[in-house]
């Protein structure tokens, strides 16, 4: 049922990209066919015609009729919930989500923290695509009403070509077509904080704002960038490597091959190589036994763990980061003027700990009048911000 909609959609046919436009406007909430005609600028009988046959495909609902002062009572139509399905794969260093989602984007079934050893290796690939297999099948849905699925994954990835120049790139093909052929359904990648922050824009603590940077603080150090409403990806898709720029005099060699990059100091991974440093100089941590240990090694997991158990060394730790990180963010708040900065990824789950600093060094090096227009908050979706933002993006590649 839902390729017939896909191909028509794929034809770029007007009775395609009209009900593609009918669909777009129906996630917001079922709507008449009058309302609809005047904010699609279409006449009433062409929409009463594609409403018709998008009921008959099993797309839109009838859900009765509107209450209204007088007159006819018009009919409200809105998505089927069952008519198709969007699978988010939210990749992780120790870890994967997966979430499904129905067609009108509610939350069916996810699975989170599910094991998985991340290495850029073929057979890492394809313990991934096995993961995914097991979540469909215990879905127990239709195969055929799984009309996207979309990966998210960290590194340069170009989500219009399918390609990923960062990580399972073993072939020729793009890893988009790779996984495809794999899974046996369509396939779309993206940047994993690009979807972070299309997920918290979406589902998260955005109400009206269209101005926004989303600041992914995890093992590594990215942001997502929305302009007017609109997610930036750049010219390739690689916008938001805030992590490689250049900005400290250090001999830490960051995983870009670099010296010198923001993430060197201002990152999960950094506050886990510094929390090590210290304790291995002397100073005391409920961690330290953790720390001189070598298998398994001590996680980012742990250290988040230890700064909400207010253990005074992690938290010292957490701050320092913050403070680097809240200079530079500034630096982002003066060229970019956002209305929201939206403090995401692992390491915000240690909350106040993380953001106050940020917001003390905004205020500090940041100009007054700019700053001003920024509020600063942490992610509400907190870690499902990627899972749920891979979901979103698998849908509104479709459809929007």
């Not at 009765?64 to 069952?82: A, D, F, I, S, V």
């Not at 297999?133 to 990835?157: A, L």
């Not at 988040?304 to 403070?323: R, S, W, Y």
């Amino acid at each position: 049922m839902n390729h017939e909609l896909l191909q028509e959609i794929e034809r770029g046919t007007r009775s395609g990209l009209l009900k593609k436009r009918i669909i777009t406007y129906l996630y917001n909430g079922s709507s008449t066919i009058p309302d609809l005609a005047k904010e699609l600028d279409l006449s009433i009988p062409t929409i009463t015609k594609l409403i018709n046959e998008m009921c008959e495909g099993g797309y839109v609902n009838e859900y009765g009729k509107l209450e209204t002062t007088g007159g006819r009572h018009p009919n409200l139509y809105g998505l089927n919930p069952h008519s198709g399905y969007f699978i988010g794969v939210d990749v992780n260093k120790f870890g994967i989500n997966i979430a499904l989602i129905n067609f009108c984007g509610e939350t069916v079934k996810e699975g989170m923290n599910l094991p998985y050893k991340f290495e850029n290796t073929e057979e890492a690939l394809e313990q991934l695509c096995e993961l995914a297999r097991h979540f469909i099948d215990d879905t127990h849905i239709d195969p055929d009403k799984i009309m996207n699925i979309c990966f998210n994954i960290s590194g340069r990835v170009n989500p219009e070509l399918g390609y990923s120049y960062s990580i399972f790139n073993f072939s020729e093909k793009a890893l988009a077509e790779v996984l495809g052929e794999k899974l046996g359904h369509p396939v779309c990648i993206d940047n994993d904080t690009r979807a972070m922050t299309y997920g918290e824009y979406m589902k998260g603590c955005v109400t009206n704002e269209k101005n926004i940077i989303f600041v992914n603080v995890s093992w590594g150090l990215g942001i997502g960038i929305i302009i007017d409403g609109k997610i930036y990806t750049g010219k390739s898709g690689f916008s938001g490597e805030f992590g490689h720029v250049n900005v400290f005099d250090n001999e830490i060699i960051c995983h870009c091959g670099k010296k010198g990059c923001l993430e060197t100091e201002a990152s999960g991974s950094a506050a886990h190589r510094i929390l090590l440093q210290r304790i291995q100089n002397g100073e005391s941590s409920i961690l330290s036994d953790r720390a001189k240990a070598t298998r398994p090694p001590l996680t980012l997991a742990e250290i988040i763990e230890a700064v909400n158990k207010e253990d005074f060394l992690c938290i010292e730790v957490v701050e320092e980061v913050g403070q680097k990180l809240g200079r530079y963010i500034a630096g982002l708040i003066n060229i970019f003027n956002p209305e929201l900065v939206i403090i995401g990824g692992n390491m915000s789950l240690t909350e106040d700990y993380l953001t106050q600093p940020i917001k003390t060094a905004v205020r500090k090096y940041s100009l007054n009048m700019v700053n001003k227009d920024s509020a600063i908050v942490t992610s509400k979706l907190k870690d499902k911000a990627g899972v749920v933002g891979a979901c979103m993006m698998a849908r509104s590649r479709l459809f929007e």
